[in-house]
C-alpha cells in the first residue's frame, strides 16, 4: 500500500530553512593526507526530519606532484578522519596525474539524522584525499549541500 498522499501544494510554504549550502574552500591537501575543503555547520534544531539530510558535495582541483588518484567523503562532523562516513567515492583513478585538473562529484543521505537538538549539533565535511601526492593539490571550487527532509 502506497504512503499518504499529499493534499496541498507548497508553493506558498516557505522551504528555504532546510537547504545549507557552502562554496568556501576551507584547506587544499597538503600531501596525502585526508583533509577538508568544505564544511556545513548551524543547522537548525528546530526542524522535523521525515527521512534524513540529502547531502551533494562537488569539487575542482589541481592534482599535486605523484597524486595517482583521489578520494572524495562526506562525514559527519568537521574533522578530517572523525565522525561517520556518510558517503565516499572510494580510489578514483580515471584522469588522475599531477597537474591534471579534476572535477568530481560525490552524494549521500545521512539517515541517522532525527531533528530537534540532534541535527542542530550534526556538521557536515567533504574530504579530499590524492593518493601518494608528495606536494600540495589545489582545491579551485568546491560546494556542499544539506537538505533536511
Known amino acids: 500500500m502506497p504512503g499518504p498522499v499529499f493534499t496541498r501544494t507548497n508553493h506558498d510554504e516557505d522551504q528555504s530553512p532546510r537547504f545549507y549550502s557552502t562554496s568556501t574552500v576551507v584547506a587544499s591537501p597538503a ?32 592534482v599535486g606532484t605523484s597524486g595517482t588518484a583521489i578520494r572524495l567523503r562526506i562525514r559527519t562532523g568537521v574533522t578530517a578522519g572523525a565522525g561517520t562516513v556518510v558517503s565516499d567515492t572510494g580510489a578514483l583513478t580515471g584522469g588522475i596525474a599531477a597537474a591534471n585538473l579534476v572535477s568530481q562529484d560525490i552524494q549521500g543521505t545521512d539517515t541517522t539524522a532525527t531533528g530537534g537538538t540532534v541535527i542542530a549539533s550534526t556538521s557536515y565535511c567533504l574530504t579530499l584525499t590524492v593518493t601518494a601526492g608528495s606536494a600540495a593539490s589545489t582545491v579551485s571550487q568546491v560546494n556542499l549541500v544539506a537538505l533536511v527532509i
Open 31 to 62: 600531501a596525502a593526507a585526508e583533509t577538508v575543503i568544505a564544511s556545513i555547520t548551524g543547522i537548525d534544531g528546530g526542524l522535523g526530519v521525515a527521512t534524513g539530510v540529502w547531502l551533494s558535495g562537488d569539487a575542482s582541483f589541481t
